[in-house]
């Protein structure tokens, strides 16, 4: 069976922050990883400018698996309408994360099939289905077309935690390309499936049918001992959430002799309370954390449940720079901010020990529980045209205070605050070097001028 596997390309209008961070496509590696007996033509379209269309009619594949993140929901669509158009028509499937928590925006005639749990697991079987020419409707995991509906094989799924290690067909030609800010030759590993936090606003805890599953730690350690990167970037949504795991972690750590930069995600909630335990993630190799402070108030931070207070924020900033741990603090903005409460995040920033940052327009994304509030795109034929603008970067309302030329000039301040501030700009120049401190900035300001372009032509 000839088998085509695509990420789709990014909308022109989508804002990316590649110049910052390159992370590498691991969603493909494990497919190719997946399906390696059938030599998959596997086609990264958001680094490559080659058409697709012409690729997949050049290799004329019996199936094409596609991985879709809700940004290309519109172009799957169109572009499985066009694969059926053709003379050679093939089975197309339908993967990835905005699969897995909103499957019904993917049910197409056009498609054939679309998976939301298990998905690796489920995928193999139902190859091995279509190669004995029986049906696969009844996979667990599994949506498949009948008639003109859609049927979803519900069943008990387990997570895709024994599927075979990622085969790094693009990290390892090429591990220059992949980075996080100063860390370069960064590989990417899956830690965990799920997210174990109840924000109100957050898409990935939904993800895995709502549940956590962790790896076996000793798995997650193999894999990074196979890796030539000298650093590594934990794609789970939260690291930090097992104090014993962890530790475990740090000693096998120690016990291999690996040396290499972490970069995770965590929460302030355990920072605070367990500084020890993040002290010996430091010792092993640990140089980063991600972490959502969300917002300044508590009262914010209340209403979607994040499980943290600004005391912990404040607390935990101090204590990973007391550590000598980089942080990178995420930020939501809200479009009913004032001058005043930016001036206030402003300030936030300034005053407590954040050198990097990223700031989110706030989203009601599609699958997360605060979806059902008020959205300008709460129906189902506008979230396929409009499914571009979920980028976590745009406006989905009009500010409530001042234009949005001027709200966007206020994130992209922002942005630039850390190289601004002599303190910081100093640890970064040690972070970088100062030459790197440099071209970090330079990168920083052309994301910036690109990011105020693309929202005045597709705003």
Known sequence: MRIAVIKPPPHPGTIRMERLISVEPLELEYLYSALKEYHPLIIDCSRTRKNPLKQVASFQPDLIVITAYITHLEWVLCFSEKMKGAEHQPIIFVGGPHAEVCPEHFFSAHIDAVFFAGQLTALNKSIE??????????????????????????????????????????????????????????????????????????????????????????????????????????????????????????????????????????????????????????????????????????????SVRKGATVADNIRAAAILDQLGLDLVALFIISPRYSHDHFRRLARFIRQNPIYAATFSTETLLPGAENFSSPDPFDNHDSIIKNSWRYDLLRLHEKPKHMSAPLFYCWLYYLYLMPYLSPKKALRLARNFSFSGAIIAFTKAAFTGIEYLLKLLFWH
């Open 129 to 302: 289905r279509l190669e004995l020419g029986q049906p696969y409707h009844d996979i667990p995991g599994v949506a498949t077309a009948s008639g003109a509906q859609f049927q979803r094989c519900e069943g008990l799924t387990n997570p895709d935690l024994k599927v075979p290690a990622p085969e790094r067909i693009f990290f390892n030609p090429n591990p220059g390309k992949y980075f996080y800010l100063q860390y370069k030759r960064c590989a990417a590993v899956k830690t965990a499936l799920g997210c174990p936090g109840c924000c109100s606003f957050c898409f990935c805890r939904h993800m895995n049918g709502g549940r956590y599953s962790p790896r076996q730690i000793e798995d997650v350690i193999t894999e990074i001992e196979s890796l030539d990167a000298d650093s590594i970037l934990f794609v789970g949504d939260n690291f930090l959430v097992n104090p014993s795991r962890l530790l475990a972690f740090a000693d096998l750590v120690h016990e291999r002799g690996i040396e290499k930069n972490f970069i995770a995600y965590g929460t302030a909630a355990f920072v605070v309370n367990h500084p020890d335990v993040v002290l010996a993630l430091k010792n092993a190799g640990l140089n980063a954390l991600i972490i959502g402070f969300e917002f300044i108030d508590d009262d914010e931070l209340k």
